[in-house]
């Protein structure tokens, strides 16, 4: 996704959590993933400690430029990625934007 992440008070609706409909069309776009109430994740896998550290380290670079940072639960062969702004209480567009930004990762 070439689209950035903006601040909440800069998107449609204002700080508003992005409806159901909208959330199903989104979910749409993203293989994987799973929506459960105020958050998408998806865990993905790795064939050793050094590649998980190397992916979870790209995740950070990539999310400090977004300013707009998951929670990651991390192991020795997977990290499980979670999106949620919770500025708002719930899902946002960048949520989404960061979510394809990261399955771009995985795929490098």
Not at 22 to 39: F, P, S, V
Not at 70 to 97: K, M, Q, W
Request: glycine share 4%; net charge negative.
């Amino acid at each position: 996704m070439e689209q950035a992440c903006h601040p909440a008070s800069e998107q449609p609706g204002k700080g508003e959590s992005l409806s159901r409909a909208k959330i199903d069309k989104l979910m749409e776009n993203l293989q994987g993933w799973q929506h459960q109430d105020t958050l998408i994740s998806k865990t993905y896998p790795f064939k050793n400690y050094y590649q998980t550290i190397a992916f979870v380290n790209a995740v950070a670079w990539m999310t400090h430029k977004e300013d707009h940072h998951p929670d990651l639960t991390v192991s020795y062969n997977s990290c499980r990625v979670e999106y949620s702004t919770h500025a708002i209480g719930g899902l946002s567009i960048n949520d989404f934007i960061c979510a394809a930004k990261v399955d771009a990762l995985f795929t490098l």
